[in-house]
Every structure is written in C-alpha cells, then in structure tokens.
C-alpha cells in the first residue's frame, strides 16, 4: 500500500520493509528496526502513527471475535496495538519476521515462507532455517532453531489426527506435531523451503543428498530384518539343543504339529520367561494404544478451545453495550 506522509514523516530515513493494509486507510509498515501502525483520520478519532521497537523480549496475541491485540514486552516497560482479527495473520508473520531478522534469530537476507501457530507452538518457516517455540508467548528467546545446512533428515509421518514433522540434525530427531486440518499447508511450505535451500525436487533426493547413508539403512534388507527377525532368530539360538549321542537329530522337514509334548513344554517355558508380556505386545497394539490417548487429547483441547472462544465473545458483547 501507499505509504502516507505521516509515516513518511515518522521514517526518519529508515525504509519501509513490507507494509499490511489493515482495512480503509489503515495499515501496518515495517522497518528494519520498527513497526508503525497507522490509523488513518476517521470520525471518532484523528490521523495517527504509533512506533514500536524490534527486540521485544515477548510477543503475545489477545484474540478476540473482531479486534486481535499485539501486547510486546520489553524488559522495562510494555506496548500494544490492535487490528482487525481477520488480517492479524498477515501482520504477525509481517512483525514477527522483521523481530527475528533484527534480533539475529534470522539472517539478514532471510525471508519468511510461513508463520504457524498451534496452541502453545509457534513454527516459523525461513528460507535458511526452521523455528520452534512452545509457550504461552507467540514468541520470546526461549526457541529452537533447525538450520537447513544442518539437517540430516526431513521426513512427515501421517496419523489419524495429526501428522509429525520429522526434523533431524545430526541423526536426532525432532517430532512437530500438526493437526491435520493445517497438515497439507504446512507440509508443503516447509518442503518448498528445504527442497529451495538444497536445490532438489523430491523429499526422497533430499535425503538421499543430505545423509545418503541413513537412507541406505532405512530401506535396505538389513533394516528390514533388524527388528523381528533378528530377535526369532536369537530364539531359535537359545532354544535349541546342542546334537549328543544318544540318538539322531529329529528330521528338519518334519512339520511343527508332530513337535509332541517336549514342544509344547519348552513353548511354556518361553512364555513364563516373557516379563510381563512386554515382549509379546504387537506394534499395532501399541499404535491403536497411543492413537486412543491422542484422540483424547484432542477431544480435551477442542473443548478448551470452543470455551474459550466463548468467553471472549462474551467479553467482547459485554465490552460494547457499556
């Protein structure tokens, strides 16, 4: 949008980085070291321009049914402002990517593709790196940071509610849980960005780029045969009896139900060595287990959020008929 002589004014030489209309004449413009917010000359109030400074300590968000309060925190004192809730998306990735650069959490020249926000998670997508915070905060210095020239795996497992981003560095992997509903969004901006960054076009030549060799082992006949296989096969080698010389070797092709009853004997041995059933629990026991308790969580978290959204509209009736 065009940039109104009072914030041309207010510049003080400075240049305008990205700017948000924000309804009407309104709008948000952002410098390398300040975010003004303009409110154009209306009925009930006059021409105004108000600066706040980068380098806050905390950003939060108030959000309410019409207006959506930005409150920053600085370590001696606090400011806010307001827009309307529906284009205070737009103008948080605006702020919030201007912050980042300034503060030295992104570089200079680095741009945003993405900001999501779940709950108490914040993921902000650069095009050099991925950010995390977890809090109550939008964003404080309390964060994570998976730079892309780091990474040695990207990988997105599917669940019946969420899906998880895999984030490796260094062979250690960071789960993102993301509902589904923002699943494919959020999937494919952080692909585009780490595919740009290392100059390929699949997720599959990405990591068999960046770590050839895990890839190699994840797919290979070896991983497939490390897990249950392995563990028969150090069974069958504690279970079974060293030849003597009382008598030939029972023939390998005789079929199992002819074992009689020194098999079934030594099959109850197996079991009441099972601590626990531990060993015996199936992976897809354990899956449905861990499924059922994530639905729960996210029946809980609705709940809380469906009442939430109700006491601020409230509020915000209340707020209006003073």
Known sequence: MDVPDLVTDALNGESVLASVNTGGEDGVFVTPERTLVYKGDGLLSDESVAAHAHGFDRLELSSGRRRTAFE????????SFAVGSNYAQEVVETVLAAHLRATGALSDDEQVRGVFRFN????????????KHVGGAVWS??????PYADLTRLDFEEGSHAMQVVVAVEGRPERIKVPNDRAPTVRRTIEEAVLAFHDVDSLEALNEAIAPEEVEERSGPDY???GIDSLIGEDRETTDEPPTDDGPLPS?????T???AEGDAGADVDDESTPEG?????????????????????????????????????????????
């Open 278 to 322: 531990f060993v015996s629990a199936s992976d897809k026991e354990v899956l449905e287990r861990l499924e059922t308790l994530e639905r729960k969580v996210d029946e809980q978290t609705d709940l809380i959020e469906r009442q939430q959204e109700t006491i601020e509209q409230l509020v915000d009736e209340l707020r209006r008929g003073r």
């Open 141 to 146: 210095e309390d964060y994570e940071a998976h």
């Open 258 to 260: 002819d074992t009689g």
């Open 224 to 226: 497939a045969d490390s």
């Open 72 to 79: 920053l925190h600085y370590y001696d004192h606090e400011e």
């Open 252 to 256: 390998t092709d005789e079929p199992p």
């Open 120 to 131: 108490e998670l914040t993921v902000v997508v650069g095009t050099q790196r991925l950010l």
